[in-house]
């Protein structure tokens, strides 16, 4: 029997302390062109049965956050009246509260259906998104992943360029923090875990 590698205790250090930030607390900078396609490209480095790939993110800068968040705040202006100005500008802000600001979307790869189940083409998507985040925090910058209802919302998934079919599975928001952030509770390991055995 093979012995394992040298344990990186780095990593499990990362993923032992590893937690969001709010978006809203974050500050620049975020990460270089290079430091984000680093980022991106460990993203990328999960298990996809079958190489389905039926994930993809977009990157927007500045400009393409705010005119995001200018369609936002009109879509729900108008869908909300009685909204004042200080709800509006919420949502105007909402994709704007970041240096860095990704969207990751899921269309089912309809040709490897036969073998690759919705449900696991979804999950690689969200280990995409786990992959994006532990690498943020191991290149030093802080994330969250969000959706909240414009990840839910036709016309944002249309404004985006996607077509029917298409799901926002996250808006990932990438930055710094002037201070860490504090811990917070986790599930008790014993209410998690549990070793099964066959009835006798």
Known sequence: MNKPGPTNQSTIDLLLTRRSVLAKDMIP????????????????????????????????????????????????QREHPEAN???????????????TFLVVTFHVNEQKLKKIPEVEQLLSCAALCQNILVATTAMGYRGQWLTDWPA????????????????IVAFIHIGSVATPPNERPRPEFDNIVSEWRPRD
């Open 152 to 167: 839910y919302h036709p016309e944002v998934i249309r404004y985006l360029g996607h077509g029917k079919g298409t799901q």
């Open 85 to 99: 100005e200080v709800l509006v500008e919420v949502e105007r802000q909402r994709s704007q509260r970041s240096p």
């Open 29 to 76: 900078p975020g990460p270089s062109d290079e430091e984000l396609q680093t980022i991106l490209r460990c993203g990328l480095r999960v298990p996809d049965h079958s190489r389905a790939e039926a994930w993809r993110i977009q990157v927007l800068d500045k400009a393409a956050q705010e005119a995001l968040g200018d369609f936002c705040a009109e879509l729900f």
